[in-house]
């Protein structure tokens, strides 16, 4: 009886299977290059082994017993298992495989969008099996998340004093300041310094993103986080606040909002890749990462 599997029975088992496909010792010895002796040897070993006959070969010629016929069917099946194996093993080799876990910050440009998309696009393109999560998150969110490493990457606007994490530049985002039509503001073309600082302001809760903003209000009696809880905010014609360009447009355009049209009052804020250090990327997140920098031209 077989136990566990050698090389030497996976021998025997395909010389067993060579005799049976020509038809008896003396056919096979030729195909085989193996005397017709030595090949009723290497049976008579396989046999041993197995604890039973596996074929008559008298005067009546060659044939399977009725545990041959078993063992041949067993024995066939098990090497189309392992060339099955083969293949499948000698293609993961080249291939990217596992999860990928990117980090994207709110309300993104759709030009960034694309070029997320044109990045997954490249990706896709590579022989690979891995599945990708987007998660949409607020910066300091993305930033625990990546300390915490479940996150392999983040797109976002950051404090960059993460001595754990590297930072890639990627873009950069006009930021303006809005008032809403019925503020007071909305009608005076270029209120001075002064009428705005006493202006409620909302309020940014992110330390490195509100020490940018050029205007910093006497009071504020509003606070988000979100690109959205300000732009309520500022629609209500009660309060100014900061939007991002291309966010803020579509209502400027239909008449609800209108930027303050002093040049020193916008900034830019800088949008990295990040990543944590300690964490080995594997090859998947390597490849996915490249796909990224080239698709925003770095």
């Not at 202006?199 to 006497?218: I, Q, S, T």
Request: aromatic residues 8%.
């Amino acid at each position: 009886m077989l136990g566990q599997l050698h090389d030497l029975d996976l021998h025997l088992l395909r010389l067993f299977v060579s005799v049976v496909e020509f038809g008896g010792f003396s056919a096979a010895q030729g195909e085989l290059g193996l005397s017709q002796s030595s090949i009723s040897q290497h049976m008579a070993k396989l046999e041993t082994r197995l604890g039973y006959r596996l074929c008559s070969r008298g005067k009546g010629g060659f044939k399977l017993t009725p545990k041959g016929e078993q063992l041949l069917l067993a024995t066939r099946a098990l090497f189309q298992s392992i060339e099955a194996f083969r293949h499948q093993s000698n293609g993961v080799a080249g291939r990217l495989i596992g999860d990928i876990r990117v980090g994207l910050s709110e309300a993104l440009d759709c030009g960034v969008v694309q070029q997320v998309a044109e990045a997954i696009r490249r990706f896709r393109e590579r022989d690979e099996s891995v599945r990708i999560e987007l998660i949409s998150a607020m910066p300091g969110e993305m930033e625990r998340l990546l300390l915490q490493q479940r996150l392999d990457l983040a797109i976002g606007y950051f404090s960059q004093v993460q001595s754990a994490f590297d930072y890639r530049p990627l873009f950069s985002e006009p930021q303006h300041l809005y008032c809403g039509a019925g503020h007071p503001l909305f009608v005076d073309p270029r209120p001075d310094l002064e009428t705005l600082r006493n202006a409620d302001v909302v309020d940014h809760p992110y330390r490195f993103f509100r020490n940018d903003e050029p205007l910093h209000g006497k009071q504020s009696s509003a606070r988000s986080e979100q690109v959205e809880g300000t732009l309520a905010f500022i629609l209500s014609g009660k309060h100014l606040g900061y939007l991002p360009e291309h966010f803020a447009r579509p209502w400027e355009d239909n008449g609800l909002l209108r930027g303050i049209g002093q040049p020193q009052l916008s900034f830019e804020v800088a949008f990295h890749l990040a990543r944590h250090r300690a964490q080995v990327p594997g090859d998947a997140q390597v490849a996915f990462e490249e796909d990224l920098l080239a698709a925003f031209g770095m």
